[in-house]
């Protein structure tokens, strides 16, 4: 396997950035079941020279457990990006991936995310930038194009290959598609023969299991595969993908307790309180975000599992933190899986909204 940068990494397959999703006890989380390298979720390069308590959340990682720490940036200016990368590696980063591939209007617009794609000298002057100033491995995360008119990724690969890209990462959609139709293997393909070794290619969209992983190695001899929304829910995915296998109701539970306990502290630590409050109201309201920003991953946790719906729906009334742990010890140690799982609305719709 083709290393990335100087880090030779354990196995090849890595958990997508997800805007929401891939903050540090998801990651932790991934990290644990196997995955080789989990990257942040998009940060903003000129939200890091506003160091707030919110960029700070982002910033967050577990040193004993996150190796390499990756982190996402966007933006779309070489110079505010490579300052934004040295305030990254002060904090600990040490690869410095590139998000040229969300399709966000309010990103695009500004020449960020897929907004690089339009303009490649650009995007091949921010790796070089940040590379220069920060001494850091630059990874590089691409949708296949804008639009069908213009799947420029091979051009994309030239220029940031010049810049000297740590690795790249395609999803294989372009802008125009979101994540309509189904990712196009054949382009990722494309992409490897063309980039041969000089850098390492990495494959994404639409990897589901772990044939589907082991099919996309085969047909486009990708370097490494990237999942994203098959891991919502499924941590275990990531060990299943080594040889391991699925949870037991005891573990899975045991897990989902755990990342809620992370997840309460993470949140309580970074929130951003705008109103000067009495110490309790304070603590209640800390709580109360705190669950309310754990049921999506409850509800992906319970995708598939017998009695999933009614789960949600006792879910989507908690308030605090013993209403969810009651719920969800109960649902999830006599779980059963649903034969016929009624598709997940819920998931659906948070996939409608992502950003990469
Ligand atoms: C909820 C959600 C948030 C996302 N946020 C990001 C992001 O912050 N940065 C990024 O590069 N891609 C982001 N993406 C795109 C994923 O990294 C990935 O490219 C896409 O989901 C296709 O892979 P999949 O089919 O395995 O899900 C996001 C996707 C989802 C579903």
């Not at 999830?332 to 899986?337: D, K, P, Q, S, V």
Request: glycine residues 10%; contains cysteine; aromatic residues 8%.
């Amino acid at each position: 396997m083709l290393p990335i940068g100087p880090y030779t990494l354990k196995n090849r397959y890595i958990l997508a950035p997800m805007a929401g999703v891939s903050e540090m006890p998801f990651r932790v989380l991934a990290f644990q079941q196997g995955a080789a390298l989990c990257p942040t979720e998009l940060i903003s390069a000129q939200g890091l020279f506003r160091i707030n308590s919110r960029t700070l959340r982002y910033l967050r990682f577990d040193k004993q457990v996150e190796q390499p720490y990756s982190l996402q940036l966007f933006g779309g200016e070489p110079e505010v990006m490579a300052k934004a990368a040295v305030i990254a590696k002060e904090y600990g980063a040490q690869i410095i991936d590139i998000n040229m591939g969300c399709p966000v209007k309010k990103v695009t617009k500004t020449g960020a995310g897929s907004g690089l794609m339009c303009d490649p000298a650009r995007a091949g002057e921010v790796v070089r930038q940040i590379k220069a100033a920060t001494g850091l491995p630059v990874t590089v995360k691409i949708r296949s194009g804008w639009d069908a008119n213009q799947k420029n990724f091979l051009q994309m690969a030239d220029v940031l290959g010049a810049a000297g890209v740590a690795a790249l990462a395609m999803h294989a959609r372009t802008r125009a598609q979101g994540y309509s139709g189904k990712a196009d293997w054949s382009l990722i393909a494309d992409l490897k023969r063309h980039v041969g070794n000089a850098f390492p290619i990495i494959g994404n969209g639409d990897v589901k299991t772990v044939e589907d992983a082991a099919r996309m190695v085969e047909t486009t001899g990708c370097d490494y595969v990237m999942i994203g929304r098959a891991a919502l829910g499924n941590p275990w995915l990531f060990r299943q993908l080594l040889g391991g296998e699925k949870p037991t109701n005891e573990e899975r539970c045991e897990v989902v307790q755990r990342h809620f306990r992370q997840h309460m502290v993470f949140s309580a630590e970074a929130r951003v309180h705008r109103e000067e409050l009495p110490p309790e109201q304070r603590a209640r309201k800390d709580e109360q975000q705190g669950v309310h920003s754990f049921r999506s991953h409850l509800g992906w946790y319970a995708h598939g599992l017998h009695g999933a719906s009614a789960f949600r729906a006792r879910i989507n009334h908690a308030d605090t933190k013993k209403d969810v742990e009651d719920a969800l010890e109960q649902f999830f140690l006599g779980a059963n899986t649903d034969e016929n799982p009624v598709e997940g609305s819920e998931q659906e719709l948070d996939y409608r909204t992502a950003l990469g």
